[in-house]
């Protein structure tokens, strides 16, 4: 049995039956079928249901004439986005600020719930880094086909169509591989960060500690960042106007 968080115990005193009996009907075995669900998925649906409550909240109380503290910070963060997204992708990036500002809030609260005792941060686990990853892949790719219909494949192909059997493989590779290190560059950040802060509390647990969790803090809204930048990015390459 692997260790719980207080909050994975819930869901699974709760919900372990249920899952198990889904896991089976999609041909799956949980390995652990009095706890199938681990630590990452309970603080991923803590992450999304504060953040729905968030949004929720935000969304009624939205007000042009006084607009409240949690409004503001929103406004802040929505600005930014959109801000690099215009330098980066243009005058018509506005339809893509939803999309990079909620994948924002979420990487950055999943980043940081781990400073809070009895959480863990889940981009510290592979999987949970990789979904965030598939869903930029995902969703770049059909904004490039919406954007250009079939006429994106022509980006695959290259600038000649003689190099076209070279490129296209090339170009196939270089794609899947930012998904790599999408994955890869979120996770080993994070897992690292969990890892000295937990190290620094089991030896000092007083004083020093708090600044690694200053630190840890500083390395989440980094590597938000850079995961947004990146995006947003890859958003530019598939819906430039010569694709």
Not at 17 to 26: I, Q
Not at 68 to 75: A, K, P, Y
Not at 128 to 138: D, H, K, R
Not at 143 to 155: C, E, N, R, S, V
Request: some cysteine; glycine content about 8%.
């Amino acid at each position: 049995m692997p260790e719980q968080l207080w909050f994975t115990k819930i869901l699974n005193h709760l919900f372990a039956g249920p899952v198990t009996t889904l896991l089976h009907g999609l041909s799956l075995t949980p390995k652990y079928p009095d706890a199938p669900i681990p630590n990452s998925l309970a603080m991923e649906l803590l992450v999304f249901v504060f953040l729905l409550i968030l949004f929720l909240l935000v969304r009624s109380r939205l007000s042009v004439e006084n607009p409240g503290g949690t409004q503001h910070v929103f406004e802040v963060v929505e600005g930014l986005i959109q801000n690099q997204s215009n330098e980066i992708i243009g005058h018509h990036s506005e339809a893509y600020t939803p999309f990079l500002a909620t994948l924002a809030f979420f990487i950055l609260l999943c980043n940081l719930i781990g400073v809070i005792p009895g959480f863990e941060s889940p981009t510290a686990v592979p999987i949970v880094p990789l979904g965030c990853a598939l869903c930029a892949f995902v969703y770049y790719q059909y904004q490039g086909f919406k954007h250009a219909g079939f006429g994106y494949l022509k980006h695959f192909a290259g600038p000649m169509p003689a190099l076209a059997p070279l490129m296209i493989p090339i170009e196939l590779i270089s794609h899947l591989a930012r998904v790599l290190s999408l994955t890869i560059r979120l996770f080993a950040n994070m897992f690292a960060g969990d890892m000295v802060t937990l190290v620094f509390f089991s030896l000092v647990p007083l004083g020093v500690p708090i600044l690694f969790l200053g630190l840890h803090v500083g390395v989440s809204l980094l590597q938000t960042y850079i995961f947004v930048l990146l995006t947003t990015v890859y958003l530019q390459g598939a819906v430039a106007e010569e694709h």
